[in-house]
């Protein structure tokens, strides 16, 4: 059984940093790429990050290069997307996706985690 568990969200002030994790379970870690994306209450999901099966390639919503990074650990079958210099308009629930590594877009992920709440505000 395929499972994603998000981790790390919270509430912080503007200019402030967060770690989150995405742990997995149930299917080849190292044989899938990466996502993390964001739904904002009242729209839609949007891409933030994404990493190749190796970490040999990362790409980014244009908005936060720069702040974010992800990295992955595929002996801990974890992803992680850290967030620094936080702004109000981060604020959205940050979900982890899966994608087989023959992919190349986020929304051919086939599974998805249930979500961790990042508030950014004073």
């Known amino acids: 059984q395929v499972q994603l568990e998000e981790s790390g969200g919270g509430l912080v002030q503007p200019g402030g940093s967060l770690r989150l994790s995405c742990i997995a379970s149930?299917?080849?870690?190292?044989?899938?790429?990466m996502s993390w994306v964001r739904q904002a209450p009242g729209k839609g999901r949007e891409f933030v990050a994404d990493?190749?099966?190796?970490?040999?390639?990362?790409a980014y919503l244009y908005s936060v290069k720069g702040r974010f990074t992800i990295s992955r650990d595929n002996a801990r079958k974890t992803v992680y997307l850290q967030m620094n210099n936080l702004k109000p308009e981060d604020t959205a629930k940050y979900y982890c996706?899966?994608?087989?590594?023959?992919?190349?877009?986020?929304?051919?992920?086939?599974?998805w985690g249930q979500g961790t709440q990042v508030t950014v505000s004073s």
């Open positions: 996706g899966a994608r087989p590594g023959s992919t190349t877009e986020w929304t051919e992920a086939d599974s």
């Open positions: 149930g299917f080849t870690f190292s044989t899938y790429a």
């Open positions: 990493i190749g099966r190796s970490s040999n390639s990362a």
